[in-house]
Protein backbone atom coordinates (compact mmCIF):
# COMPACT_ATOMS: atom_id res chain seq x y z
CA UNK A 1 0.00 0.00 0.00
CA UNK A 2 2.85 2.43 0.75
CA UNK A 3 4.76 1.94 -2.25
CA UNK A 4 1.66 2.18 -4.11
CA UNK A 5 0.85 6.15 -2.51
CA UNK A 6 4.77 6.42 -3.16
CA UNK A 7 4.12 5.51 -6.38
CA UNK A 8 1.02 7.91 -7.18
CA UNK A 9 3.04 10.16 -5.46
CA UNK A 10 5.56 10.38 -6.91
CA UNK A 11 3.75 10.47 -10.64
CA UNK A 12 2.11 14.10 -9.57
CA UNK A 13 5.37 15.71 -8.65
CA UNK A 14 6.73 14.60 -11.98
CA UNK A 15 3.43 15.88 -13.75
CA UNK A 16 3.60 19.01 -11.21
CA UNK A 17 7.29 19.61 -12.18
CA UNK A 18 6.20 19.25 -15.80
CA UNK A 19 3.92 22.01 -15.49
CA UNK A 20 6.56 24.35 -13.94
CA UNK A 21 8.77 23.79 -16.73
CA UNK A 22 6.50 24.67 -19.82
CA UNK A 23 5.58 27.59 -17.31
CA UNK A 24 9.27 28.35 -16.51
CA UNK A 25 9.50 28.24 -20.34
CA UNK A 26 6.39 30.60 -21.45
CA UNK A 27 5.23 28.02 -23.46
CA UNK A 28 1.37 27.78 -21.64
CA UNK A 29 -0.94 30.64 -21.82
CA UNK A 30 -1.57 32.60 -18.37
CA UNK A 31 -5.45 32.02 -18.25
CA UNK A 32 -4.41 28.08 -17.24
CA UNK A 33 -0.85 27.84 -15.64
CA UNK A 34 0.80 28.67 -13.36
CA UNK A 35 3.73 31.95 -12.82
CA UNK A 36 6.73 31.06 -12.08
CA UNK A 37 6.77 32.40 -8.73
CA UNK A 38 3.38 30.34 -8.18
CA UNK A 39 5.30 27.03 -9.67
CA UNK A 40 8.12 27.48 -6.97
CA UNK A 41 6.26 28.08 -4.34
CA UNK A 42 4.36 24.51 -6.16
CA UNK A 43 8.18 22.82 -5.83
CA UNK A 44 8.43 24.20 -2.38
CA UNK A 45 5.30 22.46 -0.97
CA UNK A 46 6.11 19.53 -3.02
CA UNK A 47 9.30 19.29 -1.52
CA UNK A 48 7.72 19.35 2.18
CA UNK A 49 5.75 16.38 1.62
CA UNK A 50 9.16 14.18 0.71
CA UNK A 51 11.00 15.52 3.26
CA UNK A 52 11.03 13.85 6.64
CA UNK A 53 11.54 16.03 10.04
CA UNK A 54 12.24 14.39 13.54
CA UNK A 55 9.30 14.16 15.70
CA UNK A 56 10.26 16.97 18.56
CA UNK A 57 10.46 19.22 15.61
CA UNK A 58 6.41 19.06 16.22
CA UNK A 59 3.98 20.25 19.05
CA UNK A 60 1.65 17.47 18.49
CA UNK A 61 0.56 15.30 15.50
CA UNK A 62 -1.94 17.97 14.85
CA UNK A 63 0.34 20.54 14.27
CA UNK A 64 0.79 22.51 11.04
CA UNK A 65 3.88 22.64 8.92
CA UNK A 66 5.26 26.28 8.87
CA UNK A 67 6.84 27.12 5.87
CA UNK A 68 8.33 30.54 6.30
CA UNK A 69 9.42 33.08 3.32
CA UNK A 70 12.57 35.36 3.70
CA UNK A 71 13.16 38.30 1.78
CA UNK A 72 11.29 40.26 -1.10
CA UNK A 73 10.63 37.88 -3.90
CA UNK A 74 6.67 37.12 -5.23
CA UNK A 75 7.06 33.54 -4.01
CA UNK A 76 6.20 34.63 -0.83
CA UNK A 77 3.13 35.73 -1.64
CA UNK A 78 2.48 32.85 -3.83
CA UNK A 79 3.20 30.33 -0.88
CA UNK A 80 0.34 31.66 1.10
CA UNK A 81 -2.20 30.45 -1.55
CA UNK A 82 -1.22 27.11 0.00
CA UNK A 83 -2.17 28.60 3.49
CA UNK A 84 -4.61 25.43 5.24
CA UNK A 85 -3.99 22.85 3.01
CA UNK A 86 -2.47 19.22 4.02
CA UNK A 87 0.82 18.15 3.49
CA UNK A 88 1.94 14.95 5.46
CA UNK A 89 -1.66 14.96 7.83
CA UNK A 90 -0.94 18.55 8.67
CA UNK A 91 -2.03 21.59 7.66
CA UNK A 92 0.21 24.54 6.22
CA UNK A 93 0.70 27.51 8.00
CA UNK A 94 2.67 30.41 5.99
CA UNK A 95 4.51 33.32 7.48
CA UNK A 96 6.75 36.06 5.78
CA UNK A 97 9.69 36.44 8.05
CA UNK A 98 11.47 39.86 8.38
CA UNK A 99 14.48 38.59 9.74
CA UNK A 100 16.43 35.25 9.98
CA UNK A 101 16.02 35.36 14.32
CA UNK A 102 12.28 34.47 13.69
CA UNK A 103 13.04 31.41 12.26
CA UNK A 104 13.27 28.84 14.67
CA UNK A 105 9.68 27.58 14.41
CA UNK A 106 9.52 27.11 10.84
CA UNK A 107 10.07 23.45 9.25
CA UNK A 108 10.78 24.71 5.79
CA UNK A 109 12.46 28.19 4.97
CA UNK A 110 12.23 29.84 1.71
CA UNK A 111 15.15 32.22 0.99
CA UNK A 112 14.26 34.69 -1.78
CA UNK A 113 16.83 35.44 -3.94
CA UNK A 114 17.21 39.16 -2.87
CA UNK A 115 19.46 37.94 0.29
CA UNK A 116 22.05 36.51 -1.96
CA UNK A 117 24.34 39.04 -0.40
CA UNK A 118 23.48 37.38 3.17
CA UNK A 119 23.15 33.95 1.99
CA UNK A 120 26.46 32.73 3.76
CA UNK A 121 25.58 34.25 6.88
CA UNK A 122 21.79 33.05 6.87
CA UNK A 123 22.65 29.55 6.57
CA UNK A 124 25.53 29.90 9.04
CA UNK A 125 22.33 31.36 11.37
CA UNK A 126 20.65 27.95 10.63
CA UNK A 127 23.05 25.46 11.03
CA UNK A 128 22.58 22.63 12.35
CA UNK A 129 18.42 23.05 13.03
CA UNK A 130 15.59 20.56 11.58
CA UNK A 131 14.76 23.64 8.60
CA UNK A 132 14.64 22.72 4.75
CA UNK A 133 16.06 25.60 3.45
CA UNK A 134 15.30 26.27 -0.19
CA UNK A 135 16.13 29.18 -2.85
CA UNK A 136 16.07 30.21 -6.40
CA UNK A 137 19.26 31.92 -5.24
CA UNK A 138 22.57 31.47 -7.15
CA UNK A 139 24.92 28.70 -6.35
CA UNK A 140 22.84 28.36 -3.07
CA UNK A 141 23.43 24.75 -2.93
CA UNK A 142 27.73 25.67 -3.32
CA UNK A 143 27.01 27.71 -0.26
CA UNK A 144 25.35 24.97 2.34
CA UNK A 145 21.69 25.23 1.31
CA UNK A 146 19.70 21.69 1.06
CA UNK A 147 17.38 22.53 -2.06
CA UNK A 148 17.80 25.29 -5.05
CA UNK A 149 15.68 26.30 -7.83
CA UNK A 150 17.48 26.58 -10.72
CA UNK A 151 16.94 27.62 -14.41
CA UNK A 152 18.23 25.02 -16.88
CA UNK A 153 17.75 24.26 -20.43
CA UNK A 154 14.76 26.68 -20.37
CA UNK A 155 13.28 25.45 -17.34
CA UNK A 156 12.85 25.26 -14.02
CA UNK A 157 14.67 22.64 -12.18
CA UNK A 158 16.07 21.91 -8.48
CA UNK A 159 19.50 20.77 -7.18
CA UNK A 160 19.70 18.97 -3.62
CA UNK A 161 22.57 18.99 -1.12
CA UNK A 162 21.92 15.80 1.06
CA UNK A 163 25.26 16.74 3.50
CA UNK A 164 22.81 20.16 4.13
CA UNK A 165 20.07 18.00 4.66
CA UNK A 166 21.45 15.58 6.93
CA UNK A 167 22.69 18.21 9.23
CA UNK A 168 19.70 20.22 9.51
CA UNK A 169 18.24 16.27 10.48
CA UNK A 170 16.28 15.93 8.04
CA UNK A 171 15.83 13.08 5.79
CA UNK A 172 14.47 13.40 1.96
CA UNK A 173 12.88 10.45 0.07
CA UNK A 174 14.74 8.73 -2.56
CA UNK A 175 11.80 9.32 -5.24
CA UNK A 176 12.36 13.50 -4.25
CA UNK A 177 16.21 12.62 -4.74
CA UNK A 178 15.49 10.56 -8.32
CA UNK A 179 13.93 14.10 -9.61
CA UNK A 180 16.90 15.97 -8.53
CA UNK A 181 18.80 17.87 -11.62
CA UNK A 182 22.07 17.63 -9.73
CA UNK A 183 22.48 15.51 -6.41
CA UNK A 184 25.41 16.86 -4.51
CA UNK A 185 26.84 16.34 -1.68
CA UNK A 186 29.53 19.04 -1.60
CA UNK A 187 31.52 17.60 1.28
CA UNK A 188 34.17 19.81 2.46
CA UNK A 189 32.58 22.60 1.52
CA UNK A 190 30.23 23.64 3.84
Known amino acids: MAARVNSLLLRWFARLLAIAMIVAAGGARAQTTLTEAQA ?8 ARYVEWPERV ?3 RTAPLLICALGRSAVGNALEAHEG ?5 RPVAVRQLLG ?3 ARPCQVLFIADSEER ?3 QLLRALSGQPILTVSD ?4 IDGGGAIGLVRADQRLQ ?3 NRQALEQ ?3 RASSNLLKLARNLSDFRGKN
Do not use: P, T, Y
Open 118 to 120: RMS
Open 58 to 60: FAN
Open 40 to 47: KAAFVINF
Open 158 to 160: FEV
Open 168 to 170: AQL
Open 137 to 140: AEAF
Open 100 to 102: IDE
Open 85 to 89: RQVQG
